[in-house]
């Protein structure tokens, strides 16, 4: 079994900042991908950023510059800096991790609502 606890979601107004974590615990060992979806209503779930174990990142275009992803190997935990945050950040915050065993689990989300 493999468990994922997401942490610091919230209510932000325009331009402030929320930072995101999630730790894996349980039977996971070694993790390649740790990332972040996000799914707002009625739109499907897009790729927000993702590191690999190698600490390399992908960003989706709309979040560059603004988003920062970190990892912590030693502890399984992800992090998503998020400043600048603008009302279309609004939406369900999902971790997602990809062991090199093969496989990958979500978290169980976390609200971003982005409002003044």
């Known amino acids: 079994q493999v468990q994922l606890v997401e942490s610091g979601g919230g209510l932000v107004q325009p331009g402030g900042s929320l930072r995101l974590s999630c730790a894996a615990s349980?039977?996971?060992?070694?993790?390649?991908?740790m990332g972040w979806y996000r799914q707002a209503p009625g739109k499907e779930r897009e790729l927000v950023a993702r590191i690999r174990y190698t600490s390399s990142t992908d960003y989706a275009d709309f979040v560059k510059g603004r988003f920062t992803i970190s990892r912590d190997n030693a502890k399984n935990t992800v992090y998503l800096q998020m400043n600048s945050l603008k009302p279309e950040d609004t939406a369900t915050y999902y971790c997602?991790?990809?062991?090199?065993?093969?496989?990958?689990?979500w978290g169980q989300g976390t609200q971003v609502t982005v409002s003044s």
């Open positions: 349980g039977s996971i060992f070694s993790i390649y991908y």
């Open positions: 997602n991790v990809v062991p090199y065993s093969g496989g990958q689990y």
